[in-house]
Nanobody, 121 residues
Framework: QVQLVESGGGLVQAGGSLRLSCAAS????????MGWYRQAPGKQRELVAT???????NYKDSVKGRFTISRDNAKNTVYLQMNSLNAEDTAVYYC???????????????WGQGTQVTVSS
């Protein structure tokens, strides 16, 4: 059993900052990719940022220069530092991991329960 537990969402004024955290726990063998997606009301879930086990990162164009993803492999934790937030960043943010468990050879997708980020203008 694998769990992804997010924290750090909330309400912030435009121009402010928030830091999201996500810790993966359970019968984890290895984590290939960790990252964040978001879903705004009436829109599809979209990639925000991901990072691989070798340190490669990928960002949605609109968050480049404002958001920073980082990862602590020893703690199976991924962070998202969000600066210069604007109303378009309002969404539910979901933690994502592509990982292998100790019992299944093939890696699979795992998701957190989501954390709300609301930016007031």
């Amino acid at each position: 059993q694998v769990q992804l537990v997010e924290s750090g969402g909330g309400l912030v004024q435009a121009g402010g900052s928030l830091r999201l955290s996500c810790a993966a726990s359970g019968s984890i063998f290895s984590i290939n990719v960790m990252g964040w997606y978001r879903q705004a009301p009436g829109k599809q879930r979209e990639l925000v940022a991901t990072t691989t086990s070798d340190g490669s990162v990928n960002y949605k164009d609109s968050v480049k220069g404002r958001f920073t993803i980082s990862r602590d492999n020893a703690k199976n934790t991924v962070y998202l530092q969000m600066n210069s937030l604007n109303a378009e960043d309002t969404a539910v943010y979901y933690c994502y991991a592509y990982l292998r468990t100790r019992y299944i050879l093939r890696a699979s997708d795992y998701w957190g329960q989501g954390t709300q980020v609301t930016v007031s203008s």
